[in-house]
């Protein structure tokens, strides 16, 4: 168990792939953003990948360790420090009951992902121990970690001293730009080929009005094709207005002129057209930038992006410890 | 004594609420940071006198790890 | 327009939008919901989950079992297996859901719009007068008047999108610019030609004329009918709005609140979209309540 003595910024339990099979109700999978450096700390301590573990966004927080055990911290480098004395990203690490481990602020990426051998063991809900705060459902009293609560953990023993591979691990951009993949659709027939260029071309800032619901991108305005402009009224009055439609998770929504990316806890639907999708694979990306970073988008094709995937896939396992 | 109060987050700086020559106390908060709809206070760990303040209101995406404000 | 053939939209690496039309039509609602249903019947496995909208549905695939070269032509086979969309029969629940029309409630949160955001008429009357009916008394007999019928679920957890069923009841009205901060839980409201219910106080683009004090949204599962879920609706539900009063209101506040509230839930229906549409061409869809 482990007693949370300051709770970080937002500090909350999620698993993978997150709460399936409720889209059609309005639930989205919420879960991990950084699913890459996520399923790398369960394998660490010996978990499923996708078991419960933290997400620790910006800043982290310090816990006391209860019980004996085996933790490990992959993503944004948060110097974690057990006992104060510093500890080592991407290994895994025995902790003794009594022992406090704290997770300070993230010089370059943004969320670090704190793995512990038997997992979280919150009750879960409607399938998922992931939470999704804008409802109050799952991980903690569903909402992100506060001081003094006691998190449940599962038994088991963990294996202290494994680490990554350096090849293995998502590489954070120390830059602040990012070359982002985006599957042109399901709406990219609403934007004119000056749109496209435009899109692909421009260096799009990470707006700070943007969290897990949805990353608002700052850039130039957007142009459309006939279809915006000629539609029957009940598809609204903006060209980029469209009849209410299901909202693929990455979508790079439009919201009149402001593209959003509809990211793991955003709605399911509505009435804005999505040019582009953000492919799950690129998620990780996302999760490790921070406002002010900026993006550029490449265009590739669904077969490309799963092939990602599928890269990515095989690295969360045992071949990458050593 | 002296002490740098860095940011801890990054994001914009939604409130600063000292200049230099202003007194402050321990754990008074200095400046107020906002990132993902959440505000992130920073307080003085210590008293004395401001000495310096490297950003201002309403400055948008500031870094982590940064000098904020002095004191001395 | 209904596209003579499916459009299948790729959604990123895991998703695809199945567009069967552009317009607001009932019939493309039935047929996506009625392909949700044949791909729970036939378990068909590379299916992860499906969301039908007003004329499309979204389909979240597993990339591993199928290619998105094979989906299409999976998809169109079963389509194509549903037949015409008069084929289409359905489960249908029928929830009967008491609701205060010209509510005090909603007119608070449109004149607190006024006053802090932009001037605009007092929804009821604005809709009325758009939609050519004689006075806010008309405009609670239409829209109450007929049962609606749930096309889809999103925006929020729970928040159902619904039409009207009896075309004697259509109305529309535009989505206010820009949207208000916040809305009465339990508020019922109008956007284009559809009508959604706010499970929870959201911020929110529709006009509001009406308030439900009945739970949609019950995260504690107090009572029975969210025995599944937090959530009361699935696509394919219908809802018929009965007026109450605001003294009945409050009586059924305290119910709802002591956790004595008893649903009032119609279960043994079937809905068949051809006996639907034999029974609409017998009505004069000018006619109005």
Redesign the interface.
Known sequence: MLEVIKPGLETSVQDYPGRIGFWNQGFPPSGPMDSWSFRLANVLVGNEPGAAALECQFVGPTLKVQRDGVIAVTGADMQPKLDDQPVAMWESIAVRAGQTLALSFAKVGARAYIGIAGGIATTPWLGSRSTFHKAGVGGMDGHALKAGQAVPVGEAAGKPGRRVKESARPPIATDKRWTIEAVPGPNDDWIDEAGHERFLSTDWKLSSKSDRTGFRLEGPDWTFTEKAHNKTPEHGAEPSNIIDQGYPLGAINLAGQTPIILVNDGPSMGGFINPYTVPLCAFWKLGQSKPGDVYNFKAVDVDEAQAISARIRDLCTETSIE | MAEEVMTETPGNMWKVLVKPGDEVQAGETLFIMEVMKTEVPHAATSGGTVKAVHVTEGQEGVDAGIVAVEIE | MIYEEPRF???????V?I?FG???NLELNFTAQGL?DAIEQNRIGWV???????????V?YD??QI??ADLKKEMMSLIGSLGPSEEIELDSRLFYLPAVYLDPWTKEAVDDYRAKIKEKPWDPEFVAELNGLSDVQQFARVHSGTEYWVA????????P?MMPLDPRCRL?A??Y?PPRTWTPQGTIGMG???TAIYPVATPGGYQIFARTPVPIWD?KQRFPVFSE???L???GDRVKFIPIGVEEFEYLEKTVADGTYPYNLVEYQRFSVRNYKRWIETLDPNQRF
């Open positions: 939209l790729p959604g990123g690496d895991r998703y939008l567009e552009n317009e607001m949700a992860v989950e499906t969301a039908p909208c007003f004329a499309s549905m979204l979240h990339p591993q290619r998105f889809s679920l999103g925006f929020w957890p729970g928040l999108f529309t535009p989505k610019n284009g030609m559809s995260d879920s937090i959530v609706f699935r696509p």
